[in-house]
């Protein structure tokens, strides 16, 4: 664990940083924590944002889908590397670009991206289990 002091020289940089704090309920460290890795990570990866959602914060396209999502279309198809590419970005109505984006992403933050898809995966399958089981309750 890395310890590190910082100055804050924009004025109510410092103040709006508690406050995101307190909104979110978390200590200083793990927001600045947080919002100085999210900025590194879309400083690296220019189209990529980062949102809140039912599984946590997410990576996402700017003006689009989130990065799971579009990295989860693209392991399902078959072709070449374009192929799959321009196959995406049709269903999904993005360019190229922007499916580019989101594959450098995930193959920078695989593990992660991985992780989120799975939790996806089983918070759907929970989902459709409940659905199923209110759709017998309420026509049996």
């Not at 078959?78 to 193959?107: C, F, I, K, P, W």
Request: proline share 3%.
């Amino acid at each position: 664990m890395a310890v590190v002091s910082i100055r804050f020289k924009r004025p109510g940089a410092y103040e709006r940083l508690k406050r995101g704090a307190a909104r979110r309920a978390e200590s200083i460290s793990s927001i600045g924590e947080r919002l100085i890795d999210e900025g590194l990570r879309m400083e690296a990866h220019p189209g990529i944002v980062f949102r809140d959602g039912p599984g946590g914060r997410r990576a996402g396209l700017a003006t689009g889908p989130d990065v799971c999502e579009v990295v989860g279309l693209l392991l399902g198809l078959r072709g070449s590397v374009e192929e799959r590419v321009a196959a995406a970005a049709a269903q999904l109505q993005l360019t190229d670009g922007q499916v580019r984006t989101t594959s450098r992403y995930y193959s920078e933050h695989t593990d992660e991206i991985d992780a989120e898809m799975a939790r996806n995966e089983d918070m759907a399958d929970r989902e459709l289990a409940a659905w199923e089981n209110e759709r017998r309750l309420l026509t049996g």
